[in-house]
């Protein structure tokens, strides 16, 4: 049997619709959750962190740690290694990632009007007409988001991207099932060579895009028996000697049997090409009211291969850290509003593991003395040595990793 994917809009009754076509058909299930988990376990990479490539917010730390790149590299590797088994119905947003070549893989989309999902809302999960519409409007654009990166089209249920467009509240359960099931028979949908040598294809190239991501580069790969090409898409200063780099990472994998370098649209904007550095800090976030410090030092460090970014008040820097992950956190203690101490005190609280270093120019000894009582990793004075400082956040990274290793064991 050919491989069914499945993408939904919420409180389209998909659940059941499922459900029922695995009872049919014995199809095994395959979720996100398994992708992520697999992909997980692949790369060593928490859970929550891969799942987040499906979230509609990237990381303001994401150009200099790349995360987001590397979670979809492992997601399309995992996913690739799945598409082997036969007999299975693959549900959710990694969906998207088969790609069009693997034309044994029914692609079929559920979806429904507004009045009936917030009529199932109601129904089946006791939700309130205004809570079930914001509810959709959210899962709604996560899912424009994810399609409009994956394939450049605005709207999620597009049928250009799908065989099947199911009407949920047009067509009965059994009518679905049935026009799936009859679908699957069509003799397009039989696994033939062409199309299990695309998954062949796909799997090498996240396999590539694996291996560069691994030694900090994010290109565009791309995979046809065995011949890579690699796509280049930032300005680079010295393009041959990154040319070089590049193919030696590859050319030695498996299955590999040429690799060429292009140039894509994009190469020649102002954005220059960075290749991210692993032992170096990387989400680093600046927290003083002195503007043009706190510019000035993310530019310093940016220089010393340091990933940061700033904000300027202690309001901004608690909802920043609601919504990101910084590991390294610089902070003035005096600023209007919330103070460094108050943040400090919140921060230590919420979240723990993340290390404050105390930059102030109107400290004291008993300042110092709170704060490191407090949790801080380091309380330094302005204006302070730039050396120092660099230092002092590769030993709170160093103490950071440290206790992931920690965690891990």
């Known amino acids: 049997m050919s491989i069914v994917s499945i993408f939904n809009g919420i409180f389209c009754r998909e659940k059941h619709l499922i459900d029922s076509l695995i009872q049919k058909t014995g199809c095994a299930h395959i979720k996100d959750a398994d992708i992520v988990s697999k992909a997980s376990s692949l790369s060593k990479m928490p859970k929550n962190k891969i799942e987040k490539t ?14 987001k790149e590397r979670s979809l590299a492992y997601l399309k590797f995992a996913l ?51 809570e079930a519409l914001k509810l959709i409007q959210k899962k709604d654009e996560e899912s424009t988001i994810w399609v409009n990166m994956l394939h450049k089209v605005h709207d999620p249920w597009n049928s250009s991207l ?32 062409l199309s299990q040598k695309a998954i062949d294809d796909f799997k090498l190239s996240a396999e590539v895009e694996i291996a560069l991501a691994k030694q900090g580069h994010i290109l565009g790969v791309d995979s046809h028996d065995g011949n ?50 692993f032992k170096m800090p990387a989400k680093i976030l600046l927290v003083d009211d ?3 410090f706190a510019k000035t030092l993310s530019e310093h460090l940016l220089i010393r291969d340091m990933g940061s970014s700033v904000t300027y008040d202690g309001q901004s820097a608690l909802e920043l850290i609601r919504e990101d992950e910084p ?29 404050v270093i105390i930059l102030t120019g109107y400290g004291s000894e008993a300042d110092r003395q709170e704060c490191l009582e407090m949790g801080a990793f380091a309380y330094l004075q302005k204006p302070v040595d730039i050396d120092e400082l660099s230092e002092t956040i590769k030993k709170a990274n160093e103490q950071i990793r440290l206790k992931q290793i920690q965690k891990t064991e």
């Open 80 to 130: 690739a290694e799945m598409l082997y088994e036969k007999d299975i119905i693959i549900e959710g947003f990694a969906t998207h990632l088969i790609p069009k070549h693997v034309t044994h893989a029914l692609r079929v989309c559920i979806i429904a009007d507004i009045k009936f999902r917030l009529s199932v809302a109601e129904k089946e999960n006791g939700l309130k007409e205004q």
């Open 54 to 67: 499906f979230s509609t917010k990237t990381s303001i730390f994401n150009k200099f740690t790349h995360e």
């Open 290 to 292: 002195d503007r043009e």
């Open 162 to 193: 799908y065989d099947i467009v199911a009407p949920s509240n047009k067509m009965s359960e059994g009518e679905l099932i049935d026009l799936i099931v009859e679908s699957l028979n069509n003799n397009a949908l039989k696994v033939n060579k």
């Open 327 to 355: 590991e390294v956190m610089i902070l003035d203690l005096r600023m209007p509003g919330i103070d460094g101490f108050e943040v400090l005190k919140r921060v230590k609280t919420t979240n723990p593991d993340i290390e």
């Open 228 to 277: 890579v090409t690699l796509t280049i898409h930032k300005h680079v200063l010295m393009l041959s000697r990154l040319e070089e780099e590049l193919k030696t990472i590859v050319s030695v994998l498996p299955g590999v049997k040429t690799v060429e370098t292009k140039l894509g649209p994009n190469f020649y904007k102002a954005d220059i090409y960075r290749k991210h550095d």
